[in-house]
C-alpha cells in the first residue's frame, strides 16, 4: 500500500519513519524549511514544564510520549541529538515562584512516576548546578529526565533514516489533496492542515525563537534546559553545543501567515535570557527566527481519521517534537484500521 506524507516536519517524518518500518510504500511532500514549525523549535522534551492546570489530558499524553522517546533515539542511532537530560525552572519575584508552585502543584497531582521527577530546590541548590546562572533568583525546581533534542539535528537523522528504507522525498507544497495520488495519506501539514481539511479545529499562534552563538570570550552554555519565570514573563534557554537556543514568545498575529519576527518579542527574549544568565551578553546572535505552532483548544493534538484516504495529525502546539514518537504510534493503528 501506498502512503503519501504531506508535511516534512517532525511529526510527518517521525510518523512516516514508523509506516516504512511497518512495510508502507511512503512519499512525503516536504513544503520547505519556512514553513515548518519544528525549524523553530528548541527541542525540548518538556512534558511537566509545558503542564497547565486544566490540560491533564495533554500531561498524560506528554507523559506517554516521553516513555517512547528512547526507542525512537535508539532507532536514529545517533547521541549527539540529545541537547540536555534534565531541566531546571528558576523564579526571579515572590510572584513568579508562586507561578511554579501552582505549576508543581498540578504536575504532582498527576501519576506518582510523572509526579516523583519534579523536586523544589533552593536557589543555593539551583547555582551549585548551573553557577553562571543570576544570583538573583529566588529558587526552582528540578524536573529530573525532563531532556532536550537538538530539533534540527533530529529532522536530519529523520530524514536519513527515511532515505535508508527507501522512502521518496517530493519538495513541493500540497494545495488541494485531491492532487496527491495515494491509497492513504497522512495530513501533517501544521497549521496548513485546517486549510487542506476545512472544519478542523487548528488556528495558530505565533512566536520567536532565537539561537545565540559562544564566542572565544564567552562562558560555556548551560547543561540543563533551564526555564525561567522572570517577572511574569516565560524564557527558557537550550544548550547547543555551541550555544544556546532562547524561546519563545507566543501571540496571535493578524495575518495567518506572519513569520517576521516583531522587535519587542525579540527584546524581551534577550533581556530575560541575559537577566537569568548574564554572561549570555558576549553570545553572538546568531539567528532570529519565527513561526507558527499549531494550535487546539486544549492542547491535545488532532490524530483522527477524516475519511476512509484520509488521517490527520495535526494541532501539536507547543509541543511537536515531545510528542512525535506517540503520534507516530497512533496515526499507524489508524492507517490499518
Ligand atoms: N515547547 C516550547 C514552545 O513551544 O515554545
Redesign the pocket.
Known amino acids: 500500500m501506498n502512503l503519501a506524507v504531506v508535511g516534512g516536519g517532525v511529526i510527518g517524518l517521525t510518523c512516516a519513519l514508523r509506516a516504512a518500518d511497518a512495510g508502507w510504500r511512503v512519499t512525503v511532500f516536504d513544503a520547505g524549511v519556512s514553513r515548518r514549525a519544528s525549524d523553530v523549535a ?1 527541542g ?1 522534551l ?1 512534558s511537566l514544564g ?1 503542564g497547565h492546570p486544566g490540560e491533564e489530558a495533554l500531561l498524560e499524553l506528554s507523559a506517554a510520549s516521553v516513555r517512547l522517546w528512547p526507542e525512537l533515539l535508539r532507532r536514529l542511532d545517533d547521541p549527539d541529538i540529545v541537547a540536555a537530560r534534565d531541566s531546571l525552572f528558576v523564579a526571579f519575584t515572590a510572584a513568579d515562584m508562586k507561578y511554579l508552585h501552582q505549576l508543581a502543584r498540578f504536575v504532582w497531582s498527576s501519576d506518582d512516576e510523572v509526579a516523583s521527577r519534579l523536586t523544589e530546590v533552593s536557589a543555593t541548590q539551583v547555582r551549585a548546578k548551573e553557577p553562571m546562572l543570576s544570583g538573583r533568583l529566588q529558587g526552582g525546581y528540578q524536573a529530573r529526565g525532563e531532556m532536550a533534542v537538538d530539533n534540527r539535528r533530529l529532522l536530519s537523522a529523520l530524514r536519513r533514516a527515511l532515505a535508508d528504507v527507501g522512502v521518496e522525498f517530493i519538495d513541493a507544497r500540497v494545495t488541494d489533496l485531491a492532487d496527491v495520488r495515494a491509497d492513504r495519506i497522512l495530513l501533517a501539514a501544521g497549521v496548513d492542515a485546517a486549510r487542506l481539511w476545512p472544519g478542523l479545529r487548528i488556528y495558530e499562534a505565533k ?1 520567536e525563537v532565537l539561537r545565540l552563538g559562544r564566542t572565544r570570550w564567552s562562558v560555556a552554555p548551560p547543561r540543563h534546559v533551564i526555564r525561567g519565570r522572570i517577572d511574569n514573563r516565560n524564557v527558557y534557554l537550550v544548550p547547543r553545543g555551541d550555544g544556546v537556543v532562547v ?2 514568545t507566543q501571540y496571535e498575529s493578524a495575518d495567518p501567515d506572519d513569520r517576521t519576527p516583531q522587535v519587542g518579542g525579540v527584546a524581551d527574549l534577550l533581556s530575560d535570557a541575559c537577566e537569568i544568565m548574564p554572561g549570555l551578553r558576549t553570545y553572538d546572535l546568531t539567528e532570529v527566527g519565527a513561526g507558527l ?1 499549531p494550535m487546539t483548544d486544549d492542547g491535545v493534538p488532532v490524530v483522527e481519521r477524516v475519511d476512509d484516504r484520509v488521517v490527520v495529525a495535526a494541532g501539536h502546539g ?2 511537536g517534537i515531545l510528542l512525535a514518537p506517540h503520534t507516530a504510534d497512533r496515526v499507524a493503528e489508524l492507517l490499518t484500521s
Do not use: I, L, Q
Request: no cysteine.
Open positions: 528548541a525540548m518538556g509545558e512566536g524561546g519563545a505552532r507547543r509541543n
